[in-house]
């Protein structure tokens, strides 16, 4: 692998790990390095090389949101009124301070940012769309589509 550059190269066992640590990131490396056809002191340095290469970003419980009363999900696209880097950059930094906002993506559309907003209820997306979204910097519109279930996550 090559640090520092933009492209890694990953052969089939940094391949194989990283599909089993997707579905599984609290295996433990011996098991990890089982299932991977390693012994575990060469595993355990192709983790820490993946992990310092950035491509293992970190490790995280999952949670059931609908469990924690978060289940309303709506996505929000907004467009600004102006686009120029440091507008954007302005946007940027104010939907990030944000916690309902789960996802934030820049589109190539007729609109510019679609963001996935969780909630509690309907009522709570109004209040986060009209006091938080609506505000933030160079926003000119915006236009709602509510999730009625959610068919694939992650």
Do not use: W
Request: a neutral charge; glycine letters at 6%.
């Amino acid at each position: 692998m090559e640090i520092g550059t933009s492209e890694v190269n990953l052969d089939h066992f940094d391949h194989k790990m990283l599909a089993i640590l997707s579905s599984d990131g609290r295996i433990s490396v011996t098991e990890l390095a089982r299932q991977v056809g390693l012994s575990k002191t060469p595993c355990q340095l192709r983790l820490k090389r993946l992990m310092e290469t950035g491509i293992i970003t970190g490790f995280r419980a999952v949670l059931d949101k609908a469990k924690l009363g978060l289940d309303h999900i709506a996505f929000a696209e907004v467009k600004l009124s102006d686009t120029r880097e440091h507008a954007l950059e302005e946007f940027n930094a104010g939907v990030r301070r944000i916690p309902e906002v789960e996802e934030c993506h820049m589109i190539a559309s007729s609109f510019d940012y679609l963001l996935k907003v969780r909630t509690p209820d309907i009522r709570r997306y109004r209040i986060v769309l009209g006091e938080k979204i609506s505000s933030l910097p160079h926003v000119a519109s915006t236009s709602t589509f509510v999730a009625m279930d959610t068919v694939k996550d992650h």
